[in-house]
C-alpha cells in the first residue's frame, strides 16, 4: 500500500524530549478519511505512554487522541463525511466490529482488539508497525472510527472532549445521573472541570471535592453547587450517606474508603483517573449501604458522538492553554506538576513553522 510522508513530533525512546520527526501515513482507501489535523488536546496518558509508565510502550512514538481538524480527502466508498467538514478522531481508530461489545456500540471493550490512536499494533497502514497519534499534520482513519465536531464549538476547546469528554460522559449517563441526583466529582483538573460542567448540563445537583484551598473557588466558577476541602473532616462529615455517585478522577494514591462513605445506599464511586499504586477497599465500606466502588474508560463511538451532540446544545467546552508544539517538553513539565488550568491544547499550525 502507498503511503504518505507527514511531518510529526514524537519520542525516539521512553522518557526522551518529544522532538519534530516524519512519520508514514497510509493512503486514503475506500472507507478512510484523511484529517487535516488543526488542533489536538494534551492528555495525561499522553505522558505516561511518553514515559512508557505503565509498561508496554513502543517506539518511536507519536502520542495524541484528542484530535480535531478538518477533512481533506475521502474514499471513494464514504457517506459519512465530505471533503471541508469539520472532523474529530479520539481514543479509537478500530475494533474487531463484530464481537459481542462492537455490536453493542462499545468498541472500547472490544474482545478481539480495540485499535487506540497511538501506541497500538497497526494491522491496516502498511506504514508502520503501530499507530501514531494526532501530534502530527494529519491522520487516515476509517470513517467509522471519525466524529463530527458539532460547527458551534469552539474548535479549539473541543479537542479534549475527544478523551476528557466521553471519559466523564459515558458513566454518568451509564449511572443514569440527571434532576433530583446528587453527583460527587473528586479533583479539579483536565477530567474533573469537564465533569463539572456536564453533570451540571444533565441537571444534577454536583458537589466537588478537592484538595486545593484555590479551586474551592474556581468549582463555583465552572458550575458547582458546593465546593469542599476534602482535607477538612468537619466539611466532609456533612455529607456522608448523601451523594448518588462520586465521579474520581484522582490519579495519585489517595483513600476510597472515605469516598465510599458520602454515598447514598446502592450509590457508586466510580474511578475514572489512573493511581499507580493499589487502592485498599474496606470490606464494611461497600457492604453497608449496599454501596459499590466501579470504574469507567471512554465510551464507544456513537456515545462519543452523543456527547459531542450534548456538549454542543449547552455550549460546554474544556477550559485550555493553547500551546505551540515546540513547546510540548515544557507543557509535559508543566503536566507532571499539575500546572494547567485545565488541559493543554497544541496548535497544529505551528508544526508547519
Known amino acids: 500500500m502507498e503511503t504518505k510522508n507527514v511531518k510529526a ?16 501515513r497510509r493512503a486514503v482507501a475506500a472507507h ?23 509498561g508496554g510502550a513502543h517506539f518511536p512514538m507519536v502520542p495524541g487522541h484528542e484530535m480535531v481538524g478538518r477533512v481533506i480527502s475521502v474514499g471513494n466508498h464514504v457517506t459519512k463525511f465530505k471533503v471541508g467538514d469539520l472532523a474529530g478522531v479520539g481514543c479509537i481508530v478500530d475494533s474487531c466490529r463484530e464481537c459481542e461489545y462492537c455490536k453493542e456500540d462499545l468498541e472500547m471493550f472490544c474482545k478481539v482488539e480495540t485499535t487506540m490512536s ?41 479537542a479534549p472532549l475527544l478523551c476528557a469528554g466521553i471519559t466523564v460522559y459515558s458513566p454518568f449517563k451509564h449511572w443514569n445521573i440527571g434532576p433530583g441526583k446528587k453527583v460527587g466529582v473528586l479533583g479539579i483538573g483536565g477530567l474533573g472541570h469537564v465533569g463539572i460542567k456536564i453533570a451540571k448540563a444533565l441537571g444534577a ?42 465521579l474520581d ?31 485498599p477497599i474496606g470490606a464494611f465500606n461497600v457492604i453497608k449501604g449496599r454501596r459499590s466502588f466501579s470504574g469507567s474508560n471512554i465510551g464507544g463511538i456513537a456515545e462519543t ?8 446544545e449547552h455550549n460546554i467546552t474544556a477550559d485550555i492553554e493553547m500551546i505551540n508544539i515546540q513547546d510540548i517538553n515544557e507543557a509535559y513539565e508543566r503536566l507532571e506538576k499539575g500546572d494547567v488550568h485545565y488541559r493543554f491544547v497544541i496548535d497544529m499550525a505551528s508544526l508547519k513553522k
Not at 305 to 312: G, N, P, S, V, W
Open 9 to 24: 513530533f514524537g519520542a525516539e525512546v521512553a522518557k526522551a524530549p518529544l522532538k519534530e520527526m516524519t512519520i508514514q
Open 205 to 246: 445537583h454536583v458537589v466537588v471535592f478537592t484538595t486545593s484551598a484555590k479551586k474551592v473557588d474556581d468549582a463555583r466558577r465552572l458550575g458547582a453547587d458546593e465546593a469542599v476541602l476534602s482535607s477538612d473532616p468537619d466539611q466532609m462529615a456533612k455529607y456522608n450517606s448523601s451523594l448518588d455517585m462520586i
Open 305 to 312: 458522538q452523543e456527547m459531542l451532540d450534548f456538549c454542543a
Open 118 to 158: 497511538f501506541n497500538s499494533p497497526d494491522h491496516k497502514s502498511g506504514a508502520g508497525e503501530f499507530t501514531y497519534g494526532g501530534y502530527s499534520e494529519s491522520i487516515v482513519t476509517d470513517e467509522n472510527y471519525v466524529l463530527h465536531i458539532p460547527e458551534s464549538l469552539d474548535l479549539a476547546a473541543a
Open 32 to 54: 478512510d478519511v484523511e484529517i487535516e489535523i488543526l488542533f489536538c488536546g494534551i492528555c495525561h496518558s499522553d505522558l505516561h505512554q511518553a514515559h512508557d509508565d505503565f
Open 249 to 279: 478522577t484522582v490519579s495519585a494514591k489517595h483513600d476510597i474508603n472515605v469516598y465510599l462513605n458520602l454515598l447514598r445506599v446502592d450509590g457508586s464511586v466510580v474511578l475514572v483517573g489512573l493511581p499507580p499504586e493499589q487502592l
